[in-house]
T-cell receptor, first 110, second 112 residues
Framework: SQQGEEDPQALSIQEGENATMNCSYK?????LQWYRQNSGRGLVHLIL?????REKHSGRLRVTLDTSKKSSSLLITASRAADTASYFC??????????FGAGTILRVKS | EAQVTQNPRYLITVTGKKLTVTCSQN?????MSWYRQDPGLGLRQIYY???????DKGDVPEGYKVSRKEKRNFPLILESPSPNQTSLYFC???????????FGPGTRLTVL
């Protein structure tokens, strides 16, 4: 079964706008990771946030984690056409098992 | 350059014809895994390996085999492929299972 559930399933915005994607999960986690996938290609790691962290930044990316609500969000600020991709959250369960959600498809229009 | 390589990148085969998809990493990672990606289902783990000679089933292991005889290689074997194994396959590696995963470029498999 899928652990992470991304929301929304698809998002379309104009270049320069911010994009927010959410991820919810059901069980306790060790960490939560976000990945990007350009059409049909391999996934690229974006950010890893540990269960004892609440917020993390990397360039134009900001990830938050709320373990009480079992949810995380990925914010991409000042989006660019090159940010068009699918974004996945992955949670690390017991025995270090990584489980991916179904992803959010982001389209940034120029 | 640190990377995970997969071969072949594209493969069209027929039902029942045994095939192997190779995966190799040059980062001395202990953890390696295989995923399949299908529309609307995200990535589902097939098998994983925590070290040489240590492998275990993921969420969808039926119809697949793996082996880990060397640290850098983790081949995926389909003994008798069926059309429901048509999918996009990814190999990934990391130092530990909970760490950042490094993905290969993918293998698009079609079973007729």
């Amino acid at each position: 079964s899928q652990q992470g559930e991304e929301d929304p399933q698809a998002l379309s915005i104009q270049e320069g706008e911010n994009a927010t994607m959410n991820c919810s999960y059901k069980t306790s986690i060790n960490n939560l990771q976000w990945y990007r996938q350009n059409s049909g290609r391999g996934l690229v790691h974006l950010i890893l946030i540990r269960s004892n962290e609440r917020e993390k930044h990397s360039g134009r990316l900001r990830v938050t984690l709320d373990t009480s609500k079992k949810s995380s969000s990925l914010l991409i600020t000042a989006s660019r056409a090159a940010d068009t991709a699918s974004y996945f959250c992955a949670t690390v369960r017991v025995r270090n098992k990584l489980v991916f959600g179904a992803g959010t498809i982001l389209r940034v229009k120029s | 350059e640190a990377q995970v390589t997969q071969n072949p990148r594209y493969l069209i085969t027929v039902t029942g014809k045994k095939l192997t998809v190779t995966c190799s990493q040059n980062m001395n990672h202990e953890y390696m895994s295989w995923y399949r990606q299908d529309p609307g289902l995200g990535l589902r783990q097939i098998y994983y390996s925590m070290n040489v000679e240590v492998t275990d089933k993921g969420d969808v292991p039926e119809g697949y085999k793996v082996s880990r005889k060397e640290k850098r290689n983790f081949p995926l074997i389909l003994e008798s492929p069926s059309p429901n194994q048509t999918s996009l396959y990814f190999c990934a590696s990391s130092f530990e299972g909970r760490d950042t995963q490094y993905f290969g470029p993918g293998t698009r498999l079609t079973v007729l």
